[in-house]
């Protein structure tokens, strides 16, 4: 049987005990990556805490099947179903046709969500498989009086529903006003300011890529039909758990219930799971603002992607997280620390099975209470300073790491087997130590002193000696 666990509800806007539709089975559904460009640090924090969520769901005892679309068409620069259509913008800027730049950057997108320890959803469908369905929906909602055409494209009626703003009408209706401003063309067709676009025709764009017959002309599906559809394709009719982020809940989120509930006739899903922003000192992390800072550039500049990771794992989901590189060195020094302790633990001995058991509770506590991730990390510090031999030691890792995904142990083994030193990164270390050098020199005592943290925070210890600077891997 599987344990209790508990979460926050977005529906209900409180933490909620966690009660599938069928026991000890999960029909999850995660709102993937719009492929028109890639995926920033910030979005892959969003997928850190899902992958923590499902994987904290199994150590439970839970059987989690997951599903998660890829937007390759129909996601309009505003939320709101204004501006240009992402996908085509993308291929604009690169000179490459859409399904060139869809298959470049959701391959992009799958190295650095592999990069930090996710685990692949069961189930990944793009947009373009699924026209058919899509164009059944649409066709449904019509029929059944929830949707209308106008100006050639289908519009879903928000007024047809008894409560719209199903989250939280006072967050909604003002995310709502600030969406929409002077600047922002308004849609005449829609007969209320609520109303979302179901199915696009060249009404509204001549210039589309991307287009298929339906019963309303030529066109493509509007953005938030997508997710619904590709659910009850692999998932059928009621789905558990719908993750994403909290810029998903309006309109995105709302809008999908809409339409999902009124296709169905009954209520499509109980909890709502979303993670908050990573900020950075400018504010919310974003592709708007220039160049994007990826998993992959943090790996080019030295980190290990698994520091992301721990980064993200020792704040709460919940909690806006800032993001800055001096608290990401900071976490990558406790992260190489970590390691070298566990590369330290000889497999000598017997599991003490009590033990074990023991702080296996204290760590399901903690993740099964909200997903508390950072609690979770105090129970393996517990663990490595508690009075047990190393084998026992070794034997919580290797189980705290089904969840936090941490490959502590694998990085510890190539710790202690001397892993040889790639040239780029001696040629780095050696630029550092020569760079510390000139500063000292210079009485730039804080730059020195700067360079050492930055040197650590990537697992390199130095040392002043007679013989000059000696550095070693920690």
Known sequence: MAHDFNFYNTLSRKVEDFVPKEAGKVAMYTCGPTVYHYAHIGNIRTYIMQDALIKSLEYAGYDVKRVMNITDVGHLSSDADTGED??????????????????????????????VGNKRPDVIEPATNCIPEFINMVQVLLDKGFAYVAGGNVYF?????????????EVEKEQL??????????????????????????????????????????????????????????????????????????????????????????????????????????????????AVLTVSVLKEKGYDPLAYRLFCLQSHYRKPLEFSFDALDQVAAVYNKLVKRVSELKED??????????????????????????????????????DTNDATKLALVESFDKVLSLDLIGHAKALSEGASVDPELEAYILDAIARRTEAKKAKDFATADAIRDELLAKGVEIKDTREGVKWQLV
């Open 349 to 386: 001995g017997a599991v003490d099975e009590a033990v074990k058991a023991k702080f296996e509770a204290s760590f399901l506590d903690a993740v099964s209470n909200d997903l508390n991730t950072s609690m979770a990390i105090t129970v393996l510090y517990d663990a490595l300073k508690a």
């Open 157 to 169: 009626d928000t007024s047809k529903l008894d409560d719209y703003y199903v989250f939280s009408s």
């Open 177 to 290: 006003q600030v969406g929409v401003r002077d600047d922002v063309e308004e849609d005449v067709n829609k007969k209320n300011k609520t109303d979302f676009v179901l199915w696009f025709t060249k009404s509204k764009f001549e210039d589309q890529a991307l287009k298929w017959d339906s019963p309303w002309g030529v066109g493509y599906p509007g953005w938030h039909i997508e997710c619904s559809c590709i659910s009850m394709k692999h998932l059928g009719e009621y789905i558990d758990i719908h993750c994403g982020g909290v810029d998903n809940i309006f309109p995105h989120h709302t809008n999908e219930i809409a339409q999902s509930e009124s296709f169905l006739g009954h209520k499509w899903c109980n909890y709502w799971f979303h993670s908050n922003h990573l900020n950075d000192r400018a504010g919310k992390m974003s592709k708007s603002k220039g």
């Open 86 to 115: 992402k996908m085509l913008a993308g291929a604009k800027r690169e000179h490459k046709t859409v399904m060139e730049i869809a298959k470049f950057y959701t391959d992009a997108f799958f190295t650095d969500f592999d990069a």
